[in-house]
């Protein structure tokens, strides 16, 4: 996680990294390192590019005689998608650039949309080869890439092509977990046009650093075209991170990645008396939040509520940013956005206001932002998610977060961090738990509600594997199927709120009409009989039910 945003970062780094750097450091033990996991940090993403290369072009030769869509081609694409569930989505366009199918159901309203104008598809059906797009922005509000393979008939005419979208950050973060766990690095990921793929600061991901105007910095295009240039290098740069106070060096080694089209820049970097060593962790224990501390986070939000309305949003604006104001206490402060998404305040990040943040997600997947809004449009209340402590070296941690409109323009909140809980669920068991829900999905279409929610409800059934089961709402809030509370089946939850007073049913039904997503609970532990901390991840049947499962944070 860095400290600073990447535009600090490479703005000071152009300014002191000598062009000389790369022999010196390059003999540095700690920099050496870093080149080593730079490249098997591009390698690894290689081999992810092929599997899906590979995944891709099974549709297309499968396409060529299933034809371009039907039942037929619904079932190729979600047969695929179902090994990558971290994916978004798999469509097949036309040679004249119409959507002729698309996976998951959700996304059955844009069949027949022309996308012939989109670069993408252009690309695609003009070379009518693999094609990795480059990141472009999806109609649901975040970026996404698209892998691609033509389809050709028997006869070897062209048809159209198949592809799989997903999020650069779903598909880079399982590399980048992987090599980073238990070290201090930091890594980003830039294509050779200077767009941000991959970033610690989420709200870089799609910027490009040459094309933004707040980038605006010859010496910064300077050092960034460098590092566009050379598939592969080191540079050592001192930086003076403002949160800590102190001037920290920096050392960065990158490697090249990318099949297909794609070139992409990975950037290992570290502070440089550290590098390598391994992260501090901090077990987990009961992680409950005490009751008089969601007590006083909520009196808390509402005097910073009273005192917007008593000064005006101006005024309480100045106060709020402050770091040395009367409500920002450390890791306790207000932070404030309007109801769409900009940042109005966030005292410890300023370099983030004014941006807006809807889309943006936790390192489970969790889009935080989205329902921090839509909990304020609808009065307030609480949510949590993993957020950087300003009081723990900017470490990511578990936090309970409530917020409060101040009138319908905008709204403030703050929260509790919850250290010694354990949140970091790795992509092995999210990829498992998005899987699972995915394929009961499946099982309920091709089986039928009626017949789905009733296997789905049998404790000694394949689907209520202990704290794993299934569970299933109607999109109205009525319960459908859960199989160790069956008491619960067929009463309406939309009210439901777990013991800190979040609204996980309304949560749920949200992520769920919006395609899928992750969200987190305090729930029932069949296995323990307590209550625990859930991961859970929805996903739609059609658009009147969904159906989901989660995973228990552990207990040491």
């Known amino acids: 996680m860095k400290v600073v945003p990447l535009i600090v970062i490479l703005f000071i780094l152009a300014a002191s990294l000598s062009l000389a750097g790369c022999a010196q450091t390059s003999a540095d033990p700690k920099t050496a390192q870093m080149q080593v996991v730079a490249g098997q940090l591009a390698d690894s993403i290689d081999t992810g590019l092929g599997d899906l290369k590979a995944g891709v072009l099974n549709n297309s030769l499968a396409l060529s005689t299933a034809g371009l869509s039907g039942q037929k081609a619904e079932a190729v694409l979600e047969k695929n998608l179902l090994h990558y569930p971290w994916a978004v989505s798999s469509l097949v366009i036309s ?148 949160n800590l106070n102190r001037n920290i060096t920096r050392i960065a080694a990158w490697d090249t990645a990318g099949i297909d089209g794609a070139r992409w820049r990975v950037v290992v970097s570290s ?29 808390f939000v509402k005097e910073a509520a009273a005192y917007a309305k008593e000064h005006g949003r ?9 770091q040395n104001g009367t409500f920002n206490k450390g890791s306790l402060y207000v932070f404030a956005y ?35 809004v839509e909990v304020a449009r609808d009065g307030g209340g609480s949510l949590y998610y993993i957020y950087p402590n300003p009081e723990d070296q900017y470490r990511e941690e578990f936090k309970f977060s409530t917020v409060i409109p101040v009138d319908n323009q905008w709204f403030v909140g703050a929260g509790v961090y919850l250290p010694e809980l354990s949140a970091g669920f790795n992509t092995t068991e999210r990829d498992v738990l998005v899987g699972r829900v995915k394929q009961a999905g499946e099982y309920a279409k091709v089986n039928g509600a009626a017949k ?8 000694n059934g394949s689907f209520a594997n202990g704290s794993r089961y299934i569970f299933a709402y109607d999109n109205n809030g009525t319960t459908l199927a859960l199989p160790f ?28 009409t919006h395609g899928g997503g992750f969200l987190y609970v305090d729930y029932l532990n069949p296995d323990t009989g307590k209550d625990g901390l859930k991961l859970c991840y929805v996903a739609p049947v059609d658009d009147t039910w969904l159906l989901g499962s989660g995973i228990y944070a552990d207990r040491k």
Do not use: C
């Not at 300077?222 to 930086?239: Q, W």
């Not at 101006?314 to 106060?319: F, I, M, N, P, V």
């Open 95 to 242: 040679r004249d650039g119409m959507i002729m199918t698309v996976v998951p159901e959700n996304y059955a309203g844009v069949v027949g949309t022309n996308l012939s104008w989109q670069p993408q598809v252009q690309k695609a059906n003009t070379d009518r080869l693999p094609v990795v797009s480059g990141v472009f922005r999806m109609a649901e509000g975040f970026t996404g890439i698209s892998q691609s393979s033509p389809v050709f008939s028997s006869s070897g005419e062209y048809l159209g092509y198949t592809d799989i979208t997903y999020t650069p950050e779903a598909f880079l973060n399982r590399h980048i977990q992987k090599a980073t766990n238990g070290t201090d690095y930091d890594v980003w990921v830039i294509q050779t046009d200077g767009t941000i793929l991959y970033d610690g600061q989420k709200d870089e991901v799609g910027r490009n650093l040459f094309a933004d105007p707040g980038y605006a910095d010859p010496a910064l295009h300077e050092i960034v075209s460098r590092i566009m240039a050379e598939p592969s290098g080191t540079g050592a740069y001192t930086l003076h991170d403002n």
């Open 271 to 299: 502070n440089g008396s550290n590098a390598g060593v391994n992260a501090t962790s901090t077990p987990a224990t009961t992680g409950e939040i005490p009751g008089a501390s969601s007590a006083n986070l909520a009196s």
């Open 314 to 322: 101006e005024s309480a604006l100045l106060e709020f940013n402050n």
């Open 338 to 372: 309007d109801m769409n998404g900009t940042t109005l305040a966030l005292p410890y990040q300023p370099g983030l206001l004014g941006t807006v943040r809807t889309g943006i997600s936790d390192p489970n997947g969790v889009k935080f932002m989205d329902r921090m």
């Open 452 to 459: 789905a929610i009733a296997d789905f409800n049998d404790r």
């Open 485 to 512: 509370q069956p008491e619960m089946v067929g009463s309406n939850q939309m009210n439901f709120s777990d013991p800190y007073g979040v609204k996980i049913i309304a949560w749920e039904i949200s992520a769920a």
